[in-house]
């Protein structure tokens, strides 16, 4: 997709808080082209950046799907994370979704599924936390993950997280194996498991960053997207 298939969620913070963008200065995922799209807090303001995408169909999506890329994090010890967020309830960083990314408040940091805010973060442990990766993940080292979200027929939603090996498969022929410590997770139509409803009724992919110290970093590429029919 193209820079104009992209579109900045509301509520994200200024250019001069976070400076983002397509650059070539920095090392993609194994198999990536010669441009990445990175983050940086120029500022020492909490908040979040995201991009979904704007195509008819997906903004907003009529149910589910997945959303995979490549993530990383640079740049002090934790208080950042870049994810993936998917049945995102409206396109600004205050609404929930699902998201899986790094847990931004520790240094390895674990792969985190929650139920949430983009501008909430992914914080390592907590009530909406609803899986954690068994392995840590160092800054400065690319992860390829995958997100889907199923809606069932009766109004469950199945999450399922999925992770390509970066050192044997490239970004462009990925091959997705399950995350130690994150198997499916059952978003239950009765509201009992997360203690809320599922998010069932569609709704915005993203990708997106959050930081609250200057001069953390993160980069993403290779996102793909794909709905549910």
């Known amino acids: 997709m193209a820079e104009a298939n992209w579109t900045e969620l509301s509520g994200s913070l200024a250019a001069s808080v976070v400076s983002r963008g397509v650059s070539h200065g920095f090392t993609p995922p194994s198999g990536g082209g010669s441009y990445v799209f990175g983050f940086h807090a120029l500022q020492a303001t909490a908040g979040a950046v995201g991009l979904y995408p704007n195509q008819t169909n997906f903004a907003p999506a009529a149910k589910g799907g997945s959303i995979r890329g490549a993530l990383q994090r640079a740049g002090g010890d934790a208080l950042c994370t870049a994810m993936l967020a998917a049945a995102l309830e409206s396109s600004g960083v205050t609404a929930n979704a699902y998201l899986l990314g790094f847990a931004d408040d520790e240094e390895p940091g674990h792969l985190i599924l929650r139920k949430g805010t983009i501008a909430g973060g992914l914080p390592e442990a907590g009530a909406d936390v609803l899986r954690k990766s068994t392995a840590t993940h160092t800054k400065g080292s690319w992860v390829h993950v995958r997100l889907d979200v199923i809606v069932q027929p009766h109004g469950d939603v199945l999450l399922q997280v999925f992770q390509n090996d970066l050192t044997v498969h490239p970004v462009t022929s990925p091959v997705w194996t399950a995350i130690d410590g994150m198997a499916e997770y059952v978003d239950d139509v ?40």
Do not use: M
């Open 190 to 229: 009765l509201g009992i498991n997360t203690g809320s409803i599922p998010l069932n009724g569609g709704g915005y992919f993203a990708f997106a960053w959050k930081s609250s110290q200057v001069g953390r970093r993160g980069f993403v590429d290779q996102v793909e997207v794909a709905r549910q029919i």
